[in-house]
């Protein structure tokens, strides 16, 4: 099984080999009802058969084509499940999620993967950065609302050891700085080598923590570039306020985690750090809303809930914020040459989903999407879009 990340969620997203099949269904974690998972995973199974069928590929090849779906369904594989099952099968591309959500039961064959159901769990509902340092170690986490997970980034020092390359034979008290091989994107952080003798002082000691900083700041400028995420920070009361000091990142949280990073399970660094961020994500999606609103009613043609209009404006990196209702779909095509829409009623053979298309698009050229419930829709739309230009 894999973990679901936004890089994840990317992969599956970008130049997908057709078929694509999607599946998604709820999930019975206890009681007599659990009998009820085996089943119904088989008949979307036997769905997606059929889904294939209808695109002339013949009985025996969606067999084989399916065979890595047949295989999870063994005892094993049902003992241990969350609230919901996501699976995901192209020629070059299997993957399978347990996730605490509970999916609207779909499937989807296709050319490409059908993502929005997944949006609502990585993307606007409640994904967030997590740096937990300390000078003896460095942490950088991805999480959501309902889970966290380390995460590497390269160039990024393990302790502050490692990050001002102590010279073991230099004498007792001397260090030497060395910038990250990535360079360095903060001013302050000159290249080359800082010579430095060593001393009980506090200042002292404070300016070697704010180098150390800036190492880490230089490594995450690469990772979190044109990122919108909110950075929380985990440290002993005076870090914090040091790295603030180093920060470039303009989406890091003010307020912190305070306390020994290294004594806390990611279990307890994620309860923590989603206390901080889950009010900033209702107020951005108000924000968004309210700006929305505002630019709707406007003559400056940088708000749309015209489906039509934003399917094209998705796919042409215009749109900077989007809101999609969950468990909803609009099926139809896109042509890019043309640049025409065509919507139908009901899914017909090449069809995709231009909700999921306009959300994933959105998501793969770096704007903000909201997957919400219908009923807070915007206008009370199908789809809401706030434009880059």
């Not at 099968?89 to 993957?95: C, D, I, K, Q």
């Not at 468990?327 to 009623?345: C, E, I, K, S, Y």
Request: charged fraction near 25%; hydrophobic fraction near 35%; proline fraction near 7%.
């Amino acid at each position: 099984m894999s973990l679901l990340s936004l890089d994840e969620l990317k992969t599956l997203a970008e130049k997908p080999k057709s078929p694509c099949v999607s599946m998604y269904m709820p999930m019975q974690k206890a009681g007599p009802e659990i009998r009820q998972n085996p089943i119904r995973f088989k008949n979307l199974v036997r769905e997606a058969e059929e889904r294939l069928d209808a695109m002339g590929i013949s009985h025996t090849e969606a067999l084989e084509f399916l065979k890595p779906v047949h295989e999870l369904d063994t005892p094993e594989f049902w003992e241990h499940q969350d609230s919901g099952l996501a699976i995901f099968v192209s020629p070059e591309v299997f993957r399978y999620y347990r996730l605490p959500y509970e999916f609207q039961e779909l499937v989807v064959v296709d050319g490409q993967f059908h993502l929005k159901p997944l949006l609502h769990l990585v993307n606007n509902d409640g994904r967030f950065y997590l740096l937990a340092l300390s000078q003896k170690d460095v942490r950088f986490f991805e999480g959501t609302r309902y889970s966290i997970q380390e995460v590497e980034v390269e160039n990024m020092p393990k302790s502050m050891d490692e990050a001002l390359n102590y010279d073991e034979t230099a004498q007792e008290g001397q260090f030497r700085i060395a910038t990250s091989r990535g360079g360095t994107s903060n001013s302050m952080v000159q290249p080359g080598a800082f010579h430095g003798q060593g001393s009980p002082d506090r200042d002292k000691h404070q300016e070697d923590i704010l180098q150390f900083c800036h190492v880490i700041d230089d490594a995450l400028h690469e990772k979190l570039r044109n990122q919108k995420v909110p950075l929380v920070l985990a440290g002993v009361e005076y870090m914090p306020p040091i790295y603030q000091e180093a920060n470039t990142y303009p989406h890091l949280v003010e307020a912190s985690i305070t306390g020994s990073p290294e004594s806390m399970a990611s279990e307890e660094l994620h309860d923590k750090a989603w206390q901080i961020a889950e009010p900033l994500f209702h107020q951005a999606e108000q924000q968004a809303i309210e700006r929305y609103q505002e630019l709707l009613g406007s003559d400056t043609g940088k708000a749309s809930n015209d489906i039509k209009e934003i399917i094209p404006a998705a796919y042409y990196q215009r749109i900077d914020s989007l809101f999609v209702p969950v468990d909803r779909q609009m099926w139809g095509n896109f042509d890019p040459d043309a640049m025409t829409v065509d919507l139908h009623p009901e899914p017909e053979p090449d069809d995709e989903d231009m909700l999921d298309f306009a959300a994933i698009h959105t998501l793969l050229n770096g704007g903000t999407v909201y997957v919400v419930e219908p009923e807070k829709m915007p206008d009370k739309t199908l789809a809401a879009a706030i434009f880059r230009y």
